[in-house]
């Protein structure tokens, strides 16, 4: 005779892994070089916007500026966003979403996959872009 609670039979979900902030940053470099911005050059930066908090909860956020050699501005080249559970990249100025090759590789050595059509339109929507677009050629080459 059996007595007792029931046992359990499946093991429970375990959670989704998050990139870690350098992961998020090695992709970030990696489609900066796809969009044709030189990274070896010592006036381009790679700079976080998430300092105090995520500046948008869910991702990994950077900019890439080129320093003035003169006084005047800095220049935007390109903001970034990294969902933290896909590795799906968009640029935030442009609702850019990246899409080729050596990123998807990069995604599933990461995340372990890449993002599903649904996981896209979603974050299409959290990032307040309204059109697709696909980064399929350079954005902005320099």
């Known amino acids: 005779m059996t007595c007792g ?12 892994h998050l990139l870690s902030s350098g ?13 044709d911005i030189d990274l070896s050059d010592t006036h381009v930066e790679v700079n976080s916007l998430d300092l105090m908090s995520p500046f948008i909860p869910g991702y990994a956020s950077f900019i890439l500026i080129r320093e003035a050699t003169t006084p005047g501005p800095d220049q935007t080249l390109h903001r970034y966003a990294v969902n933290r559970r896909t590795g799906d990249v968009w640029e935030m100025t442009l ?8 990123l998807r590789r990069m995604q599933r050595s990461f995340t372990g996959r890449v993002a599903t059509p649904d996981e896209v ?18 954005a902005n080459p320099l």
């Open 121 to 138: 339109a979603a974050e299409r929507t959290e990032l307040g872009c309204s059109e697709p677009k696909s980064g399929n050629s350079p």
């Open 95 to 102: 609702c850019t979403q990246y899409d080729f090759p050596a």
């Open 23 to 35: 992961q998020a940053e090695r992709i970030v470099r990696l489609v900066a070089q796809y969009d």
């Open 5 to 16: 609670a029931a046992i359990q039979t499946t093991a429970p979900a375990a959670p989704a």
